[in-house]
């Protein structure tokens, strides 16, 4: 899983922001002016013309990104899950970040178990991993042992906690071109991804979420998680049982059989479904990386770092949409738009009426799964349909002369946190039953 070139393990991170904005400044020169432009404007619809430039360009970005780690990758990773935005090469190297990341050298782990703990591994466990295992955005994680038992310890890279706000300005400019977005409207936005990137570098809280959502979770069936230990963990380091299995790709190439893909879809379909309707929380990090199956074709659950809490005031209008009754009543589908701010004060009627149909389509298709008591995740013709919307849609001409930003910042980690469960689901090519209605 580990790719040699960016293995090499670093002795520090580039935190100031000046060598930080240095690194985006080399790496856009490097890739050249015109890219940006041809980035925002063309990359959605016409990528297959330019694939070994894509390629180059993905591998330059990737590598500048995966130095920089922190709050750039994160973006990157988040990119890469919306796959109608990014041309496959950029999918392909960005999806990457969800594993790899050069890893840290030893001596610095060690200052930031000196700095947070006062001791050294070796102290608190009686075997410690001198080079991290597994890498991913913001952390390394160790593994330990103490006994019989074994630990997964997550340590975080010195310096990305600072460097999220800086990361973030640098950022900006890009993604409110990417979304064609004016600035100050992206505002509410990015303030949300934000507090989001600086939740995730607090793994105390991590800690506190995961416990809470992990025992309220627990009668889920065929779903386990690794238990956590406040006494190993801190706001850098953070302690939890090493949960043995196949990570979730490696799981998928086994060639399981349809019941077992079933199994498997129907315990992350139960678990996610269950904290939107029940805990009004979420796990908001559903990709591969984060899911390992078991012997016994459980479902082992990670990484609590980005948790959406669901305010109810969003959520219940929000679900409605899906009502079919409520979809069928224009008056009151016009009232939840205005509710959720998805209709402004001065939209023209004209601009109404196309928001409203495309609203429609929408809906009507990314609520399928909760129009019936079972769907079929693996229906590949239901997908190409999402697809190809999401390509008209970033097309439309009508829409993106409408270049203000809409409906609330809430929908962003749920309709993240779909769009992720969807994709696995599809990749399972799994079968479930729908258990927890929304509405
Ligand atoms: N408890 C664990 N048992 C086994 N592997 C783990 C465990 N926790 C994390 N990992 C591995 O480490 C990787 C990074 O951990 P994760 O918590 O997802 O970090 P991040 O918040 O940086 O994404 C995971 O993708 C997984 O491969
Ligand atoms: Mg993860």
Same mark, same amino acid.
């Given at each position: 899983m580990l790719e040699e070139e960016t293995q090499k393990s670093l002795?520090?991170?580039?935190?100031?922001?000046?060598?930080?904005?240095?690194?985006?400044?080399?790496?856009?020169?490097?890739?050249?002016?015109?890219?940006?432009?041809?980035?925002?404007?063309?990359?959605?619809?016409?990528?297959?013309?330019?694939?070994? !430039?894509? $390629? +180059?360009?993905?591998?330059?970005?990737?590598?500048?990104?995966?130095?920089?780690?922190? %709050? /750039?990758?994160?973006?990157?990773?988040?990119?890469?899950?919306?796959?109608?935005?990014?041309?496959?090469?950029?999918?392909?190297?960005?999806?990457?970040?969800?594993?790899?990341?050069?890893?840290?050298?030893?001596?610095l782990i060690l200052k930031t178990f000196q700095q947070f703990f006062g001791k050294k591994p070796l102290d608190i466990f009686e075997e410690f991993s001198k080079s991290a295992v597994h890498a991913a955005s913001i952390g390394q994680v160790h593994r330990a042992r103490i006994g019989l038992q074994s630990f997964a310890v997550k340590i975080q890279y010195p310096g990305v906690a600072d460097a999220i706000s800086s990361d973030l300005k640098l950022v900006k400019p890009l993604a409110?071109?990417?979304?064609?977005?004016?600035?100050?409207?992206?505002?509410?936005?990015?303030?949300?991804?934000?507090?989001? !990137?600086? $939740? +995730?570098?607090?793994?105390?809280?991590?800690?506190?979420?995961?416990?809470?959502?992990? %025992? /309220?979770?627990?009668?889920?069936?065929?779903?386990?998680?690794?238990?956590?230990?406040?006494?190993?963990?801190?706001?850098?380091?953070?302690?939890?049982?090493?949960?043995?299995?196949?990570?979730?790709?490696?799981?998928?190439?086994?060639?399981?059989?349809?019941?077992?893909?079933?199994?498997?879809?129907?315990?992350?379909?139960?678990?996610?479904?269950?904290?939107?309707?029940?805990l009004n929380r979420v796990h908001a990090d559903p990709h591969p990386g984060n899911f390992i199956v078991n012997s016994e074709n459980e479902l082992c659950v990670l990484d609590f770092g980005c948790v959406k809490e669901i305010p109810t005031e969003f959520s219940q209008p929000y679900f409605q949409l899906l009502r079919p009754e409520v979809f069928q009543n224009e008056e009151q589908l016009i009232e939840l738009y205005e509710k959720l701010g998805f209709f402004k004060p001065n939209d023209t009627p004209k601009q109404k009426e196309f928001l409203q149909e495309m609203m429609q389509q929408m809906i009507s298709l990314l609520g399928k799964p909760f129009q019936s008591a079972s769907f079929d995740f693996g229906d590949d013709a239901y997908f190409a349909k999402i697809y190809?919307?999401?390509?008209?849609?970033?097309?439309?001409?009508?829409?993106?002369?409408?270049?203000?930003?809409?409906?609330?910042?809430?929908?962003?980690?749920?309709?993240?946190?779909?769009?992720?469960?969807?994709?696995?689901?599809?990749?399972?090519?799994?079968?479930?039953q729908l258990n927890y209605p929304l509405f």
């Open positions: 002795d520090s991170i580039p935190t100031s922001k000046v060598k930080r904005a240095a690194k985006i400044i080399g790496t856009s020169a490097k890739v050249g002016g015109n890219y940006i432009k041809y980035f925002a404007k063309k990359s959605i619809n016409s990528s297959l013309t330019k694939d070994s !430039l894509h $390629e +180059e360009n993905a591998k330059d970005i990737y590598k500048s990104l995966s130095e920089m780690k922190g %709050s /750039a990758l994160k973006v990157a990773q988040m990119m890469s899950m919306d796959n109608s935005a990014l041309p496959k090469a950029y999918q392909d190297k960005f999806s990457m970040a969800q594993y790899n990341a050069p890893p840290l050298s030893y001596p409110s071109q990417l979304l064609n977005m004016k600035a100050s409207e992206m505002k509410i936005y990015m303030d949300e991804v934000e507090s989001k !990137l600086l $939740e +995730e570098t607090d793994y105390e809280l991590e800690l506190r979420r995961a416990v809470e959502i992990t %025992s /309220a979770s627990s009668e889920i069936r065929n779903v386990r998680f690794p238990k956590y230990y406040p006494e190993f963990s801190n706001k850098r380091i953070l302690t939890m049982d090493w949960m043995e299995g196949a990570m979730f790709p490696e799981f998928l190439k086994s060639n399981p059989s349809q019941e077992v893909r079933n199994k498997i879809g129907q315990a992350m379909w139960d678990f996610f479904l269950f904290q939107m309707t029940v190809a919307m999401g390509e008209n849609l970033s097309k439309d001409k009508e829409l993106r002369k409408m270049n203000n930003a809409r409906g609330s910042e809430h929908s962003i980690y749920i309709m993240r946190t779909f769009f992720g469960l969807y994709s696995l689901l599809n990749q399972l090519k799994a079968n479930v």
